[in-house]
């Protein structure tokens, strides 16, 4: 899966395509899918709201402004490829289902932050990523008090899949959340302890490309943490991670096909 940020602020600027202005720059965005397909991506996310930590969330309306020039021509040049928009809002989701039919809901929420997504995403029939968080950005990381991290995740999960049966949600994603209301500590320990989450019974999306539970751990930069990045990669893909959500699409492809040989 490989990302697209139409923001200006995401931690990792070789994935924004945004100026400064505000002004999406939908062409390049355009280009640079196109390269992620070509490069091995099956799915390309959009996202036009950042949540890393931190982060002040934008409204519903601006959020809007910045994917409808995006999503308005996206089909014409990619009617066959798989999509996911990265929103934790339903009134988002009905407006991107009415411009480019089926698409995957990525919600950092699991639904928790709009009442109204679960039952949108099933009345749509749309698949959805759930990822697991605690608060908001701007303070999910004061909230990392777990027993133990993994197990508490996976109650969590356990939960989630009542609401989305009740909500008609019949395919859905688990993703870990990492680095949303977890230490670096917790992060590392997730990674270990992967394959637990296979007990729900539901593919493993696994976002950790140049996270700080990499740079931190290293004192480097986002944009030196391409190395150790893959190398996570694929300690996931052993670990039992089914999705890679990426920057890199070209080089997340070839740890998978190396993984693939071993």
């Not at 390269?35 to 099956?42: L, T």
């Not at 990525?106 to 698949?127: K, V």
């Not at 996976?154 to 609401?163: P, Q, V």
Request: with cysteine; aromatic share 8%; hydrophobic share 40%.
């Amino acid at each position: 899966m490989g990302i697209i940020n139409l923001t200006a602020d995401s931690y990792f600027p070789g994935s924004r395509f945004m100026e400064a202005d505000g002004k999406v720059e939908t062409s390049r965005a355009m280009e640079k899918i196109g390269e992620m397909f070509s490069e091995g991506a099956a799915i390309v996310d959009i996202g036009a709201c950042s949540t890393r930590p931190g982060a002040a969330l934008v409204s519903e309306e601006e959020e809007w402004r910045r994917l409808s020039p995006l999503l308005g021509v996206l089909r014409k040049d990619f009617p066959d490829k798989t999509f996911s928009i990265d929103t934790f809002r339903a009134g988002i989701v009905e407006r991107c289902h009415g411009c480019i039919g089926d698409f995957i809901v990525n919600d950092i929420s699991a639904g928790e932050d709009d009442p109204a997504m679960l039952e949108t995403a099933g009345r749509l029939g749309l698949a959805y990523i759930a990822m697991h968080k605690r608060g908001l950005p701007s303070d999910m990381q004061e909230r990392c008090d777990y027993g133990d991290v993994t197990s508490e995740m996976l109650g969590y999960f356990r939960d989630f899949g009542i609401r989305a049966a009740n909500a008609g949600i019949r395919d859905w994603i688990l993703d870990p959340g990492f680095g949303f209301a977890k230490t670096v500590e917790q992060n590392w320990q997730l990674l270990r302890e992967l394959g637990r989450f296979h007990e729900a019974d539901r593919p493993v999306l696994v976002g950790i490309s140049r996270k700080s539970m990499i740079y931190r751990y290293h004192g480097i930069t986002p944009e030196e943490a391409l190395p150790q990045t893959q190398v996570l990669h694929l300690a996931a893909l052993q670990n039992g991670a089914d999705i890679l959500r990426v920057h890199d699409v070209a080089e997340a492809a070839r740890t998978v096909s190396s993984y693939r040989m071993l």
